[in-house]
């Protein structure tokens, strides 16, 4: 079975979107903050948008053993207080000396005990089905879903490919395919010290960790850490971000989305605060990178906009760009009119890949076509939509345009044409704008 979104045709980096894409409809961003978790708790004003627009908070186990703070139970609460979606992501382990079936209850308990929900849990170097039964069950709360328990591995570590024989030396691929299986998912570990030099063909090994998991019909976690893993031209202080969009992108242009980002600091000294200075992500934080996750998946409101204009004249007078356009009254058989959609980015540094679609009102009459660079689409758009990336993506301070031809069939009766086209940031996020054609003369037309 493909693990792929299915694809009907590339036109300059536009491929359409099938409606089953993804087992989970709307892509997620948790965050979390080892080394420099305290600057949280200090900060809180320096990171209010993640804070209150991110999914929830990243966890790894060796921040709720009771070494790493004074006041676990205290810094837990008042990091609950903070995020809006009280929901934890617990990452456990299989290989950390100690960590056991009795610690990861603990740990539950403790997250649970501060405020948070877990609905999402990782298993870590290795799998014990008791182990992943107790993650899923253990302790839910009241009305709580069953919770979603996800193998992890370093997408470096696979030669290249989950399909693939080899990976580490202590586990094989065949082993980490099986694991998924019984999982409810995989989860990525991700430093961008390795993203950045490839290591161990990490990009590709993502990719196929996403797809596989979705081919099994599970959901599939990619993080972003600004670790560099020894891998000294890349510094995270510079480069997180950068490199971070890299990934998101590169996983977007091959269709490997992940349902689920973690951006999870660990290993370093990069700053956890701000998020942005004038409204754009800063270049040395973590929190930046969430921001960036949040407001490239969501949309950041006024800055990705859809317009209509004719490229005709009415009445001598050229018609401007707007929400609504009407055809000229009287249109008689056979007469063609050519309009323009502009899809426009007005963000000084987010780009979109965002997919434009229609819906048909009522076209009795009329034949519509949308066409890029000559390219017949109209299909596409009417049945899931156009994702604008790759070559194609929408970038800060540019636009594209799309072709609309519009031509008077009926012989017999005037027909009514209302055309609505919306455009949407992401996959499986809500419209932010909207444009109409329509025909508003109702009146017989003589042959």
Request: charged letters at 20%; proline letters at 5%; aromatic letters at 10%.
């Amino acid at each position: 079975m493909s693990s792929k979104i299915a694809v009907s045709g590339v036109v300059a980096g536009l491929v359409l979107l099938s409606a089953a894409a993804s087992p989970v409809k709307a892509q997620q961003v948790y965050y979390g903050c080892a080394d420099q978790w305290s600057d949280l708790l200090k900060n809180p004003g320096q990171w209010t948008f993640v804070r209150q627009n991110a999914d929830g908070f990243y966890i790894n186990f060796i921040e709720l053993e009771p070494s790493f703070t004074k006041d676990r139970p205290g810094i837990l609460r008042a990091t609950a207080a903070l995020f809006t979606h009280k929901n934890a992501y617990f990452e456990s382990d299989m290989a950390a000396d100690g960590q056991s079936l009795a610690f990861d209850r603990r740990d539950i308990d403790n997250l649970q005990q501060a405020g948070f929900t877990v609905p999402y849990t990782s298993l870590n170097y290795g799998w014990s089905q008791e182990r992943f039964q107790n993650l899923k069950f253990y302790h839910l709360l009241p009305g709580q879903s069953v919770r979603y328990s996800f193998v992890q591995q370093g997408p470096w570590a696979i030669n290249g490919s989950l399909l693939r024989e080899g990976g580490p030396p202590q586990f094989t691929n065949a082993q980490y395919r099986n694991w998924t299986t019984q999982a409810d998912g995989v989860s990525t570990d991700g430093p961008l010290g390795f993203w950045f030099s490839d290591q161990g063909q990490m990009r590709s090994g993502s990719f196929s960790m996403v797809d596989y998991a979705h081919s099994q019909k599970k959901l599939a976690v990619v993080m972003l850490a600004p670790y560099a893993a020894g891998v000294a031209a890349y510094d995270p202080g510079k480069m997180f971000l950068s490199t971070a969009e890299d990934c998101v992108r590169k996983h977007e242009d091959n269709d490997s989305e992940p349902d689920i980002y973690d951006v999870f600091e660990y290993a370093t000294t990069i700053g956890a605060v701000p998020e942005q200075i004038d409204g754009a992500p800063v270049q040395n934080s973590t929190t930046a990178v969430a921001y960036y996750l949040i407001k490239h998946i969501h949309g950041d409101p006024g800055t990705l906009t859809l317009s209509i204009q004719s490229l005709g004249t009415l009445n001598g007078i050229s018609i401007e760009p707007a929400k609504s356009v009407s055809m000229p009254a009287g249109a008689p058989i056979r007469s063609v009119y050519h309009y323009q959609l502009t899809l426009a980015d007005k963000s000084s540094w987010l780009d979109y890949a965002a997919v434009l679609s229609a819906k048909q009102l009522h076209t009795e009459g009329w034949l519509v076509k949308c066409k890029i660079g000559g390219v017949d689409i109209t299909s596409s758009i009417l049945h899931g939509g156009y994702k604008f990336y790759r070559t194609a993506r929408i970038l800060p301070k540019s636009s594209t345009t799309v072709d609309l031809v519009v031509s008077r069939t009926s012989e017999k009766k005037y027909g009514s044409l209302s055309i609505e086209f919306g455009l949407q940031p992401h996959r499986n996020q809500p419209i932010v704008d909207r444009v109409v054609l329509n025909a508003s003369n109702r009146k017989k037309l003589s042959h």
